[in-house]
């Protein structure tokens, strides 16, 4: 009896907190849904301006990629076309009577090929004061060649430079112009204020 007495109480007790904990889940429901919407919305918008953004840094990126390599391939190619015309010019100025008249011996071409490969010649030996068979206009269109391939290294590596330098400059602006035009538009997580 005592059972059926108490069952009847708790039985209403259990159907009113659910009834209100639906009620309560409802209002949130409709007051909290617009506003995730909105903050879905503006997400959705920021990450579209990101993914724009990123377009235009790459595009700006190629665009310099592209001016760099025309520039300094070209200015590559007159180094070397000028080098080959000194090569070609030596005859003019190492004569076979020159070849004839001085040489070198051993021991400078040991020396030289020593500089290249950055060992040392080792001990000098009797064998180095006898004449090689390298002659003189030989030394000079190597050295020509040597002369011509370090200018083209100074072009390619001041190149390097000022794609580096341009590459920076390029994402420098497109990251002042993303800040600029995301002021007020940046996504924010705003704070959900329950209702009084």
Known sequence: MLNSWLATPLRLLCIAATAFSLGVGCAGS???KPRIQK???AL????????????????AQAKVVIQTEIQYRERIKIVKEKGDTIIKEVPIYVTQADNNHF???VGFVRHYNAAFSGEPAGPTAGFDRRPA????????????FNASVCWQWREQALGLKTFYRQLQQAQQA???QQSHHSEGTAFHFGQLNYPD
């Not at 959705?44 to 790459?58: C, D, F, S």
């Not at 068979?133 to 020509?144: D, G």
């Open 133 to 144: 068979s390298v002659s003189i206009a030989e030394i000079a269109e190597t050295n020509t």
């Open 103 to 105: 040489g070198v011996n």
């Open 39 to 41: 903050e879905r919305s």
């Open 174 to 176: 497109q990251q002042a």
């Open 30 to 32: 409709f007051y909290y």
């Open 44 to 59: 959705v918008h920021y990450k579209a301006q990101l993914a724009i953004a990123h377009a235009q840094l790459i595009k």
